[in-house]
């Protein structure tokens, strides 16, 4: 069974950055699709970035275009959203998830196994 664990979150300040990672135990993430989602107080999960099985393609939510860059390091089994400039509308728990699809989407319908979340708050 694969098991995902996320970890990396905490408070930072408007226009800081931090490094998401998401560990993967169990089977290989190679043959996985990884995606990044976060979920606000009071709104529903969305999709923030994911990255395909070959780590070739990546895709991004319009609001992180340019500031947040997903990757993947097979050797570690482990998947990262880095985010930098960050701004209090990215406050949210992070979630990472799997899908067993070579190719990504930015909808978590598509996703099969999720971690638990690690949670970034950005206040001054």
């Known amino acids: 069974q694969l098991q995902l664990v996320e970890s990396g979150g905490g408070l930072v300040q408007p226009g800081g950055s931090l490094r998401l990672s998401c560990v993967a135990s169990?089977?290989?993430?190679?043959?996985?699709?990884i995606g990044w989602f976060r979920q606000a107080p009071g709104k529903e999960r969305e999709g923030v970035s994911c990255?395909?099985?070959?780590?070739?393609?990546?895709h991004y939510e319009d609001s992180v275009k340019g500031r947040f860059t997903i990757s993947r390091d097979s050797a570690k089994n482990t998947v990262y959203l880095q985010m930098n400039r960050l701004i209090p509308e990215d406050t949210a728990i992070y979630y990472c998830?799997?899908?067993?699809?070579?190719?990504?989407?930015?909808?978590?319908?598509?996703?099969?196994?999720w971690g638990q979340g690690t949670q970034v708050t950005v206040s001054s």
């Open positions: 998830a799997a899908a067993a699809r070579a190719m990504c989407v930015i909808s978590r319908y598509e996703y099969d196994y």
């Open positions: 169990g089977y290989t993430l190679d043959v996985y699709a």
């Open positions: 990255i395909s099985s070959s780590g070739r393609s990546t």
